[in-house]
């Protein structure tokens, strides 16, 4: 078993270039796009969308992601040894929790996902691997084609994230400013899933691979 993770979908956002409309509730192949991104996100224990209420930018909704997982437990933190543990052996500790909570439900996740509402072509295979890539590294990132850090799209240690955000004030923070210098895992795939709709012309993108 690999990784056990929860994501954390943001759907906030004012899409301009596509005249103000409301970016995640945009159909591609007739499913909403925060519909596929949740449903891309099977394997995880929990997902919570942070919508377009919460302002700040991508830090502060990340913050506000895992206020909510905390609330609910979903993201218990985890004593600094096993904290460690999950990161080299991200498998056993998968299984212990697995063992004691049902899956899907499981409280105390080691791992969160961070993603775009706006990912039409994002699979649950993606995501198990960017799962698979984490152990000995603090994230885990897809690239593009000119190897840029999709950082909308990606996997991180939550207790990673919890030391970078404490004592910071989210609001305004860039997210490449908080990851910054932390290890992590570069992964590239042709089927481009961390590929975003920002334009009328990339929606129309979606809309030709998905049918192909």
Same mark, same amino acid.
């Given at each position: 078993?690999?990784?056990?993770?929860? !994501?954390?979908?943001?759907?906030?956002?004012? !899409?301009?270039?596509? $005249?103000?409309?409301?970016?995640?509730?945009?159909?591609? $192949?007739?499913?909403?796009?925060?519909?596929?991104?949740?449903?891309?996100?099977?394997?995880?224990?929990?997902?919570?969308?942070? *919508?377009?209420?919460?302002?700040?930018?991508?830090?502060?909704?990340? &913050?506000?992601?895992?206020?909510?997982? %905390?609330? %609910? *437990?979903?993201?218990?933190?985890?004593?600094?040894?096993?904290?460690?543990?999950?990161?080299?052996?991200? $498998?056993?500790?998968? &299984?212990?929790? #697995?063992? +004691?909570?049902?899956?899907?439900?499981?409280?105390?996740?080691? #791992?969160?996902?961070?993603?775009?509402?706006?990912?039409?072509?994002?699979? +649950?295979? #993606?995501?198990?691997?960017? &799962?698979?890539?984490?152990?000995?590294?603090? *994230?885990?990132?897809?690239?593009?084609?000119?190897?840029?850090?999709?950082?909308?799209? *990606?996997?991180?240690?939550?207790?990673?994230?919890?030391?970078?955000?404490?004592?910071?004030?989210?609001?305004?923070?860039?997210?490449?400013?908080?990851?910054?210098?932390?290890?992590?895992?570069?992964?590239?795939?042709? !089927?481009?899933?961390?590929?975003?709709? %920002?334009?009328?012309?990339?929606?129309?993108?979606?809309?030709?691979?998905?049918? &192909?």
């Amino acid at each position: 078993m690999g990784t056990l993770y929860a !994501a954390i979908i943001l759907a906030g956002g004012s !899409a301009r270039r596509l $005249g103000g409309q409301d970016k995640p509730a945009i159909t591609v $192949g007739g499913i909403p796009l925060v519909d596929r991104v949740r449903a891309a996100c099977a394997h995880a224990a929990r997902v919570v969308v942070v *919508g377009p209420e919460r302002q700040g930018g991508p830090v502060a909704a990340l &913050a506000a992601g895992l206020r909510l997982l %905390d609330a %609910d *437990g979903s993201a218990a933190p985890q004593p600094q040894a096993a904290a460690q543990a999950a990161r080299q052996d991200p $498998g056993h500790t998968a &299984a212990a929790q #697995a063992g +004691t909570h049902p899956e899907g439900s499981g409280p105390g996740v080691g #791992a969160v996902a961070l993603l775009a509402a706006d990912l039409p072509l994002l699979t +649950t295979g #993606a995501l198990d691997a960017l &799962a698979g890539a984490l152990p000995d590294h603090d *994230g885990a990132l897809y690239i593009d084609g000119q190897g840029r850090h999709q950082l909308l799209c *990606g996997m991180w240690w939550i207790e990673v994230l919890r030391e970078r955000l404490a004592g910071v004030d989210p609001d305004g923070m860039p997210l490449r400013r908080l990851v910054a210098g932390l290890r992590i895992a570069e992964l590239a795939d042709p !089927a481009e899933p961390w590929f975003d709709c %920002d334009t009328p012309e990339q929606l129309a993108e979606a809309e030709r691979r998905l049918r &192909a």
